[in-house]
């Protein structure tokens, strides 16, 4: 029984992407700690986790089942739980609509404008990206980087009670990361993307554009998390360190362009991942530090 349990556990945690929901929750964790909210308690904070990771896992969990077909065809994903028959669509859709309410519910008893930048973000990543222009456009991963704004965006909005210009930076540098990560990860698997049918800029523009892409919007992205930064009042010493982290990884970037290989690529990947952790803990600690 319990053996069991635990299979079904391990299945639910493929299921919602648990490295991605993690990053995304972070960045939801760093907006509300960027307002320095004064009545913010541990039921609050706990409340606002909670709710951002039902509702974020829940939204992956859609992702996942209507992707299923084209998850089947592709190398890296064809093991994934849906695709392998691990978990049937009855249950996954279950899963995934038991999250999501819950999610929204508890969200919406934290805040109303919180709950509705949290849905935004699922009907946005959903609807808009996956359903409509996954399949159709490369440019659908705009949309998939407005969607990937929303967390830090509701955690922020959690925190001052409005949208404000702060945490629209947030949203941006968020936004602007996405390609990066993105597009790095559609050239490694150019192979399987084209096996799926799905267009992406590399196919459309070619990779020695699009690196070129990849290193403009490191760039875009580190100047709006720095003018986030310096707009909370951080210290010189957190902005700093920001930069640093930036320039790190737009050296990466630029090694790719200037000599290009899967190994490059894929380092770009892994580095732009860190950046994004990095920055994140950095205006964290920065925020609570003030």
Request: charged share 10%.
């Amino acid at each position: 029984m319990i053996q069991k349990l635990k299979i079904k556990l391990r299945i639910y945690w493929q299921l919602i992407k648990s490295l991605q929901t993690i990053l995304l929750l972070l960045t939801g964790i760093t907006g509300f700690f960027s307002s320095r909210c004064p009545y913010t308690s541990w039921e609050l904070t706990l409340g606002m986790m909670l709710s951002l990771f039902l509702a974020i896992s829940g939204t992956t969990v859609y992702n996942m089942i209507w992707d299923r077909d084209i998850d089947a065809v592709m190398d890296r994903t064809k093991q994934r739980p849906l695709p392998a028959n691990k978990i049937s669509v009855k249950e996954a859709v279950i899963l995934g609509t038991t999250l999501n309410v819950l999610g929204l519910g508890l969200a919406y008893y934290l805040s109303p404008l919180y709950a509705l930048v949290i849905f935004a973000g699922l009907f946005i990543d959903f609807v808009i990206y996956t359903i409509w222009l996954k399949r159709t456009s490369a440019w659908s991963i705009v949309w998939g980087g407005i969607s990937g704004g929303m967390p830090i965006l509701a955690g922020r909005v959690l925190g001052v009670g409005e949208i404000d210009l702060i945490g629209l930076l947030l949203a941006s540098s968020v936004l602007f990361w996405i390609p990066t990560h993105i597009m790095t990860f559609n050239m490694r698997h150019f192979d399987d993307y084209n096996k799926a049918e799905i267009p992406t800029f590399a196919s459309k523009y070619g990779f020695k554009n699009v690196r070129l892409i990849i290193a403009l919007s490191t760039i875009t992205s580190a100047i709006a998390f720095a003018v986030g930064a310096f707009s909370l009042g951080l210290s010189w010493g957190f902005v700093r360190l920001l930069l640093i982290f930036a320039f790190i990884a737009l050296g990466f970037a630029f090694y790719s362009i200037l000599y290009p290989s899967d190994k490059s690529n894929f380092q770009v990947f892994k580095v732009a991942s860190l950046y994004m952790a990095s920055a994140m803990l950095i205006i964290i600690v920065g925020s609570i530090y003030y």
